[in-house]
C-alpha cells in the first residue's frame, strides 16, 4: 500500500540545537517532494521543495535532503528557535508531476528555551 | 505574494443543516483547487480536487453527494457540507493551483474551523 511516513509524532530539543525531521514513503516515484509549516488553526506555509534529482536544498536555516533511492527526506532546522515550534508536515506529488499533492503524518516540534 | 482566503473562517451548526464554505484566489487565477479536511492532531486529508467548469474529481471513500464542490470560476470554489452530522466537524482547507503555473506550486487558505452541534 501507498505510505507516506513521519517517523516522529512529537520531537522536543533544546533551543540551539539542529532538529532533525524525517519523512518516508513507500509505493510512490514522486517527482518532488515539499515540506510546510502548520500552527495551530492554520492552514500550512510551504517552506521548500526538493526535485527528485536533487540531493539538498538550502534556505537560510533550513535544510532538506532527498533519498530517491531510500524512499526518504531529512528536514534540519538549524541553530533552532522557540519560534521554530510548529507542526512540520511533508508532502509529495502522487502522480508524478502533477499539481495534486498529498501530505505526511506530520511532526510536532517543540523548542524548548 | 498570492493569497488564498476561505470564508467563513468559522462555523457552527446544527445537525442536518448544510454548510457553505467558499475559497477565493484573490490575486491570481486557479483552474484547479483542492480540498482538505483535517482532524484534530492529524494531517491534511485531501477530499477533492476542483477543477473550474467541469465535475470535482473526489479520493476514495469521500462521498460526492455529502461533499459538493462547485468551481464557477476562475477565483472561486465552493465546498458544501450537506446534512452536516457532529462527525463531519473538522478543519476544512482548500489550496489553489495558478493558472499556468508550474505543477508544484499551490497556495493554501487559512481553513475553515466546523462545528456541528
Known amino acids: 500500500s501507498q505510505k507516506i511516513e513521519q517517523n516522529s509524532e512529537a520531537l522536543n530539543i533544546q533551543e540551539g540545537k539542529t532538529a532533525t525531521l524525517t519523512c518516508n514513503y513507500t509505493?510512490?516515484?514522486?517527482?518532488?517532494l515539499q515540506w510546510y509549516r502548520q500552527d495551530p488553526g492554520r492552514g500550512p506555509v510551504f517552506l521548500l521543495l526538493?526535485?527528485?534529482?536533487?540531493k539538498e536544498k538550502r534556505k537560510e536555516r533550513l535544510k532538506v535532503t532527498f533519498d530517491t533511492t531510500l524512499k526518504q527526506s531529512l528536514f534540519h532546522i538549524t541553530a533552532s528557535q522557540p519560534a521554530d515550534s510548529a507542526t512540520y508536515l511533508c508532502?509529495?506529488?502522487?502522480?508524478?508531476?502533477?499539481?495534486?499533492?498529498?501530505f505526511g503524518s506530520g511532526t510536532r516540534l517543540s523548542i524548548r528555551p | 505574494g498570492a493569497v488564498v482566503s476561505q470564508h467563513p473562517s468559522r462555523v457552527i451548526c446544527k445537525s442536518g443543516t448544510s454548510v457553505k464554505i467558499e475559497c477565493r484566489s484573490l490575486?491570481?487565477?486557479?483552474?484547479?483547487m483542492f480540498w482538505y479536511r483535517q482532524f484534530p492532531k492529524q494531517s491534511l486529508m485531501l477530499m477533492a480536487t476542483?477543477?473550474?467548469?467541469?465535475?470535482?474529481?473526489?479520493e476514495q471513500g469521500v462521498e460526492k453527494d455529502k461533499f459538493l464542490i462547485n468551481h464557477a470560476s476562475l477565483t472561486l470554489s465552493t465546498l458544501t457540507v450537506t446534512s452536516a452530522h457532529p462527525e463531519d466537524s473538522s478543519f476544512y482547507i482548500c489550496?489553489?493551483?495558478?493558472?499556468?503555473?508550474?505543477?508544484?506550486?499551490?497556495?493554501f487558505g487559512p481553513g475553515t474551523r466546523l462545528t456541528v452541534l
Open positions: 489550496s489553489a493551483h495558478p493558472s499556468g503555473g508550474a505543477t508544484d506550486t499551490q497556495y
Open positions: 509505493n510512490y516515484s514522486p517527482a518532488y
Open positions: 526538493i526535485r527528485e534529482n536533487e
Open positions: 508532502a509529495l506529488d502522487p502522480v508524478s508531476s502533477a499539481s495534486k499533492i498529498i
Open positions: 490575486d491570481f487565477q486557479a483552474t484547479t
Open positions: 476542483s477543477n473550474e467548469g467541469s465535475k470535482a474529481t473526489y
